[in-house]
Nanobody, 115 residues
Framework: QVYLKESGGGLVQTGGSLRLRCTAS????????MHWHRQAPGKQREPVAS???????NYTDVVAGRFTISRDNAWNTVFLQMDSLKPEDTAVYYC?????????WGRGTQVTVSS
């Protein structure tokens, strides 16, 4: 059973930083790409950042240069360092991965950026 758990969300002021963490179990973590998505109130879930098994990264344009995704395979954990946060970054942040043809998601962690 694949299990993903996010943590690290919270309330921060505009311009502040947060570091999200997602810990995985039930998979050989190091061979799978990991992804962060987010869903703001009343909006569809959207991709934020991805990291391949080899460490290559991709970001959506609106977070590029402000967010950094990384992974620690020894701890089965993927991180999302979020800097220069804006109110429009307010959302529930989810990590996910594709395992044996199916997508698995965590329950998310709330990030709220006050203006």
């Amino acid at each position: 059973q694949v299990y993903l758990k996010e943590s690290g969300g919270g309330l921060v002021q505009t311009g502040g930083s947060l570091r999200l963490r997602c810990t995985a179990s039930g998979i050989n973590f190091k061979i799978y790409a990991m992804h962060w998505h987010r869903q703001a109130p009343g909006k569809q879930r959207e991709p934020v950042a991805s990291i391949s098994s080899g460490g290559s990264t991709n970001y959506t344009d609106v977070v590029a240069g402000r967010f950094t995704i990384s992974r620690d395979n020894a701890w089965n954990t993927v991180f999302l360092q979020m800097d220069s946060l804006k109110p429009e970054d307010t959302a529930v942040y989810y990590c996910n991965t594709k395992f044996r043809g199916s997508y698995f998601w965590g329950r998310g962690t709330q990030v709220t950026v006050s203006s």
